[in-house]
């Protein structure tokens, strides 16, 4: 099993920017393929970034790129979701996800393990 514990919602205003931490423990083996997800209310569960631990390979969804950066600390167990230039679109749970990948890692794949969430609001 892996816990992950999301942290660094907020609220900002459009153009601002958020830090999101995610802290990984337990069987963290599990999990060398880390993804940030994001949902908002009325709308599916969106794939926003993901990092391949061994090489540390990113991915981002379209509607973020060029804005949010993930990155991760292995030593530490962290991936972190660096956000600038904020819109209200972005205005989401933002939950950490983790999962053990072979060969590749997006935010495509199922994800088995999850956090709790960090809500992020941005006004206009």
């Known amino acids: 099993q892996v816990q992950l514990v999301e942290s660094g919602g907020g609220s900002v205003q459009a153009g601002g920017s958020l830090r999101l931490s995610c802290a990984a423990s337990?069987?963290?083996?599990?999990?060398?393929?880390m993804g940030w997800f994001r949902q908002a209310p009325g709308k599916e569960r969106e794939g926003v970034a993901s990092i391949y631990r061994r090489g540390g390979v990113t991915y981002y969804a379209d509607s973020v790129k060029g804005r949010f950066t993930i990155s991760q600390d292995n030593a530490k167990n962290m991936v972190y979701l660096q956000m600038n230039n904020l819109k209200p679109e972005d205005t989401a749970m933002y939950y950490c996800?983790?999962?053990?990948?072979?060969?590749?890692?997006?935010?495509?794949?199922?994800?088995?393990?999850w956090g709790q969430g960090t809500q992020v609001t941005v006004s206009s």
């Open positions: 337990g069987a963290t083996y599990s999990s060398n393929c």
């Open positions: 996800a983790a999962r053990v990948s072979a060969i590749t890692c997006h935010t495509g794949l199922p994800f088995p393990y």
